[in-house]
């Protein structure tokens, strides 16, 4: 099999550079041009001159019409080379005049340009720092910010320590003065049914003055308990007594019947 035939690439040709020509240049060329023909008009100006000495000569060695003629034309040629000669002239000052203000603007368009280069390349190297000089920037914030807020914490944490002291301190006195009450409650001796009844009637009467009718009923209950209490304490006391009484007249009765026991036993002889 045939093999497929290469594609030709056809090379692209470098572009060319396009190479401004500037006002100035420009002008440059019309001067010398202008310049140019003002040499050739000046050599034609010269001619004629030499033209009319020529004539006059003739015409000094032979006045004749013919002579004055040729000196007519050679002055009349003269004076059109000469017109033509300061026609150039001005010509040339003015395209002079050109080429002077197309420097200017040359100049001022070349110091324009570099400065927009220069604007440029600042704007550039700007740019290109501006990555750098952002990390450094929020790098010192970071650090200044960081150092505040440390600070600050460090603060908070101080009151509230200080408050966090103040309650632990708090809940170990009132965890101390519990624990010495718990130890007198401990240690306290059972006190007698009379110091309780006291303590009631105390309370009864610390009341408050608004609760004076139940504080009234409260202590008249206390009253006739109390009343009963001692009547029954008296019935008591009465019935001990009459036992004892009753104790002592049986401990009389079996007395003299122990002396009748003695006599009636035998005594044993020897």
């Known amino acids: 099999m045939k093999k497929p035939a290469k594609k030709k690439i056809a090379s692209k040709a470098p572009a060319k550079k396009v190479v401004k020509i500037t006002a100035a240049q420009k002008a440059g060329v019309k001067v010398t041009a202008v310049q140019a ?20 000569a003739k015409l000094a060695a032979k006045a004749s019409p013919a002579t ?10 003269f004076k059109t080379t000469n017109a033509k000669f300061k026609t150039m002239q001005n010509n040339v000052k003015a395209a002079k005049s050109v080429l002077r203000l197309a420097q200017v603007a040359d100049s001022l368009a ?4 570099t400065a927009k280069a220069g604007l440029v390349d600042l704007e550039s190297k700007l740019q290109a720092k501006v990555t750098s000089d952002l990390a450094a920037a929020v790098k010192k914030f970071e650090q200044r910010w960081t150092k505040v807020r440390a600070a600050k914490n460090a603060k908070k944490v101080k009151a509230a320590a200080k408050k966090l002291a103040a309650k632990i301190k708090s809940a170990e006195k009132k965890a101390a003065a519990k624990a010495k009450a718990e130890a007198a ?42 009343i009963a209490k001692k009547a029954v304490a008296k019935k008591a006391v009465k019935k001990v007594a009459a036992k004892k ?26």
């Open 68 to 77: 004055k003629r040729a000196l007519m034309a050679a002055r009349k040629d």
């Open 245 to 270: 009484s009753v104790a002592k007249k049986a401990v009389a009765k079996k007395a003299p019947a122990k002396k009748a026991a003695a006599k009636k036993t035998p005594v044993a002889k020897s």
């Open 110 to 113: 070349a110091a324009e340009a």
């Open 185 to 226: 409650k401990a240690n306290a001796k059972p006190k007698a049914k009379k110091t309780a009844k006291k303590k009631a009637v105390a309370k009864v009467a610390k009341a408050p003055a608004a609760k004076k009718p139940a504080a009234k009923k409260v202590a008249k209950k206390v009253v006739a308990k109390k």
């Open 37 to 56: 023909k003002l040499t050739t008009q000046a050599t034609k100006l010269a001619s004629t001159r030499t033209k009319i000495a020529g004539a006059k």
